[in-house]
């Protein structure tokens, strides 16, 4: 069996940020699960076929043929098994990321839980989306930042020439309000702020700011704010020898209890755990 696994040390990074990618030509019946991933995790199939297993968002389990030339997503905390077929096996390529701007790009590609299988409506970008995640698999010496170049690249070209595509809406005030919120929570995270806050700063009222959250991302404004701060505390505890103490401090909990059930809420263990074991 062919494989290239590798995986991305350096994972600094807040917008889009990879953790594993490869690629492989499965032997007939070889599988993967039942499984519970962390992050998403996207396969394109080159050549073969298979099956998915995987739990919708409810929870109801659902079974998908997959052949060459699809691919399929699997998302945070979603049950999945997939399995090479016996007579055609398949061969496929894969690369796992996640982000704070994934959700939003994964809602225009229309893919999710309850929609996993990518199909193309485009075979242009779905031919250089083959290829830039085979470029990973093949180049793991490359720098951070050339990889990190090809998972935008990958990105876009996913949300290009899936079928499912959703075209983005046209309310460009929806768009105003949340890169203005973007920019109060980058520039204020660290300090005592609130929800009323972030709304009072793009001068809307605070239910219309969780309308737009939830309409243009998927998640509310407080879980957006959590998950953002976690983020950058994942960055201080891999680029610094901080405190965990000092470390809560820097992303706007001065309480060091508070800080470290927020931390394991978002990543499933304490952040003292996690810097002995990053890859939990």
Same mark, same amino acid.
């Given at each position: 069996?062919?494989?290239?696994?590798?995986?991305?040390?350096?994972?600094?990074?807040?917008?889009?940020?990879?953790?594993?990618?490869?690629?492989?030509?499965?032997?007939?019946?070889?599988?993967?699960?039942?499984?519970?991933?962390?992050?998403?995790?996207?396969?394109?199939?080159?050549?073969?076929?298979?099956?998915?297993?995987?739990?919708?968002?409810?929870?109801?389990?659902?079974?998908?043929?997959?052949? #060459?030339?699809?691919?399929?997503?699997?998302?945070?905390?979603?049950?999945?098994?997939?399995?090479?077929?016996?007579?055609?096996?398949?061969?496929?390529?894969?690369?796992?990321?996640?982000?704070?701007?994934?959700?939003?790009?994964?809602?225009?590609?229309?893919?999710?839980?309850?929609?996993?299988?990518?199909? #193309?409506?485009?075979?242009?970008?779905?031919?250089?989306?083959?290829?830039?995640?085979?470029?990973?698999?093949?180049?793991?010496?490359?720098? $951070?930042?050339?990889?990190?170049?090809?998972?935008?690249?990958?990105?876009?070209?996913?949300?290009?020439?899936?079928? #499912?595509?959703?075209?983005?809406?046209?309310?460009?005030?929806?768009?105003?309000?949340?890169?203005?919120?973007?920019?109060?929570?980058?520039?204020?995270?660290?300090?005592? $702020?609130?929800?009323?806050?972030?709304?009072?700063?793009?001068?809307?009222?605070?239910?219309?700011?969780?309308?737009?959250?939830?309409?243009?991302?998927?998640?509310?404004?407080?879980?957006?704010?959590?998950?953002?701060?976690?983020?950058?505390?994942?960055?201080?505890?891999?680029?610094?020898?901080? #405190?965990?103490?000092?470390?809560?401090?820097?992303?706007?909990?001065?309480?060091?209890?508070?800080?470290?059930?927020?931390?394991?809420?978002?990543?499933?263990?304490?952040?003292?755990?996690?810097?002995?074991?990053?890859?939990?």
């Amino acid at each position: 069996m062919d494989y290239k696994y590798n995986v991305l040390e350096n994972q600094s990074f807040i917008d889009l940020c990879m953790y594993q990618y490869g690629y492989t030509q499965n032997k007939p019946l070889s599988s993967f699960g039942p499984h519970i991933r962390s992050h998403y995790l996207f396969h394109y199939v080159i050549s073969g076929c298979g099956t998915l297993r995987a739990h919708d968002a409810k929870g109801v389990d659902h079974t998908y043929h997959i052949r #060459s030339g699809q691919g399929f997503l699997i998302v945070p905390g979603q049950v999945t098994t997939y399995m090479a077929d016996e007579q055609h096996p398949w061969e496929y390529t894969w690369v796992e990321f996640n982000g704070m701007h994934v959700k939003e790009a994964l809602m225009t590609s229309g893919l999710s839980a309850d929609n996993p299988v990518y199909r #193309s409506s485009d075979k242009f970008y779905t031919a250089r989306m083959k290829d830039t995640m085979l470029y990973m698999a093949n180049h793991p010496d490359e720098t $951070i930042f050339n990889l990190m170049s090809h998972l935008y690249m990958f990105l876009d070209c996913l949300t290009r020439s899936s079928a #499912s595509r959703v075209v983005p809406s046209s309310n460009s005030m929806s768009r105003y309000y949340l890169e203005w919120a973007f920019t109060y929570i980058d520039q204020n995270f660290q300090n005592d $702020i609130s929800i009323a806050d972030i709304a009072a700063s793009c001068k809307i009222h605070r239910n219309y700011l969780g309308r737009i959250f939830r309409e243009q991302l998927g998640t509310s404004p407080q879980e957006f704010l959590i998950t953002y701060r976690m983020n950058k505390a994942v960055q201080l505890l891999r680029t610094t020898k901080l #405190s965990i103490k000092d470390i809560g401090n820097a992303v706007g909990y001065p309480n060091q209890l508070h800080f470290s059930r927020a931390f394991k809420n978002v990543y499933g263990t304490p952040p003292s755990q996690w810097r002995k074991n990053p890859r939990l």
